[in-house]
């Protein structure tokens, strides 16, 4: 396995909801960020949300309302809580790691969305 492991996606209908999950096993240092990026067949990876050590959080404008990025108590975990989703978010989300002093992606989870 590699230092970041997502859990959580697969298949909604429209409006439906799913929770993203990724684990690090790497050391974190007090300063850090965590975030989720996802890839939309046939175009660029893209920011969805990011969190950082001390809790502050930043969203894409399509996710701002509907998703929720939090971090777990012992901070190595990431968690997307996705609601009302569209087809639109079908894509592959990979999980991002800046510890303080290297980065680190997952390998990333497929959520697919149907009408």
């Known amino acids: 396995q590699g230092e970041l492991v997502e859990s959580g996606g697969g298949s909604v209908q429209s409006g439906g909801s799913l929770r993203l999950s990724c684990v690090a096993s790497?050391?974190?240092?007090?300063?850090?960020?965590m975030a989720w990026y996802r890839r939309a067949p046939g175009k660029q990876r893209e920011l969805v949300a990011n969190?950082?050590?001390?809790?502050?959080?930043n969203y894409a404008d399509y996710a701002r309302g509907r998703f929720t990025i939090s971090r777990g108590d012992s901070k190595n975990t990431v968690f997307l809580q996705m609601n009302n989703l569209k087809p639109d978010d079908t894509a592959v989300y990979y999980c991002?790691?800046?510890?303080?002093?290297?980065?680190?992606w997952g390998q990333g989870t497929q959520v697919t969305v149907s009408p």
């Open positions: 790497v050391a974190i240092y007090s300063i850090n960020r």
């Open positions: 969190i950082s050590g001390g809790g502050s959080r």
């Open positions: 991002y790691l800046w510890n303080g002093k290297d980065e680190y």
